[in-house]
């Protein structure tokens, strides 16, 4: 199998939030095989519907062990066989966060669990994780966040920091999962204002400047299957649709679009039409 996709990311949903176009349409490609490493079970993450509230962090503290359920039928809608937990399921544990003032920017909190991922006691152990991942499965593609974990999320920054740690021990071309801000603010403009959601402020979802984007990856005809992964992360994300018109909120109700296009930076600053546009089997 020639061509070979890994993509790092935090916890369960963030591969179908950011990446679940890419993943498709990959997947659905018999010359490419696409790897998924999911860091944590996502314990901290706030729930959506009422009647598992009590599976939280601050009640029963079973959200890890849900979350593993929802992570199989968002794969499984997406396409995608090979799924791993860095280091083993429950190896590390979702770091929480804290707000950070504006918007939906996040912040390390101020105490952080024995066993949670972004410990810098733990750093060195999961770098070791991840290239034993990559020894195996060889890729030639990895994708992960930018340096900022998109929205500073400490996980998302720490799934950053291994990645690119991995990556120079077992070289890769490396993208980051980016929204452009045209392309969200279009998808914005273009929301259903019946949706039960708040519009987000200007500004308030994380984008970067266009100029940073090299590739853009047409996910349009994977519409479906991403709408079926989401339903799958039902603790995390709710979907509204309306006469063709979807939005998807988290538990804040802040109001996103469902993009029809995922954007990505690469490392190495060169604009390609493809992620694995020039790379050799």
């Known amino acids: 199998m020639p061509r070979r996709l890994l993509l790092v990311h935090a916890h369960p949903d963030d591969e179908t939030l950011t ?8 997947a659905a490609r018999p010359d490419t ?12 993450g706030e729930i959506i519907p009422p009647a598992l509230a009590g599976l939280a962090a ?7 062990g849900y979350r593993i359920g929802e992570l199989a039928g968002a794969c499984a809608a997406l396409g995608l066989s090979d799924h791993r937990f860095l280091g083993g399921a ?45 020894e195996e499965t060889r890729p030639q593609v990895v994708v992960t966040y930018g340096a900022d974990g998109g929205y500073g999320h400490p996980d998302h920054v720490r799934a950053h920091e291994i990645t690119v740690a991995a990556v120079a021990r077992r070289p890769a071309r490396v993208f980051y999962t980016v929204v452009g801000r045209s392309t ?51 603790t995390q994300i709710a979907l509204w649709s309306r006469s063709g018109n979807l939005a998807l909120a988290m538990s804040n109700l802040v109001a996103q679009p469902l993009l029809d296009v995922e954007e990505y930076t690469a490392t190495d600053g060169v604009a390609r039409a493809d992620l694995f546009a020039g790379v050799a089997p």
């Open 19 to 26: 990446t679940g176009g890419t993943i498709a349409h990959h």
């Open 33 to 44: 095989r696409v790897t998924l490493v999911t860091c944590t079970l996502g314990e901290q």
């Open 58 to 64: 601050d009640r029963a503290d079973q959200l890890g």
């Open 90 to 134: 429950g190896r590390w544990r979702d770091s929480g966060m804290a707000l950070a003032g504006h918007g939906v920017r996040a912040a390390t909190p101020e105490h952080l669990h024995p066993r949670a991922f972004a410990r810098p006691q733990d750093f060195d152990a999961q770098v070791d994780a991840l290239v034993e991942v990559m």
């Open 184 to 234: 969200l603010d279009a998808g914005i403009a273009a929301l259903d204002r019946r949706a039960p959601f708040r519009i987000p402020a200007p500004d308030e979802l994380p984008g970067v400047p266009d100029a940073t984007i090299t590739t853009r990856l047409d996910v349009s005809a994977h519409r479906d299957v991403r709408i079926a992964a989401m339903a799958a992360h039902a």
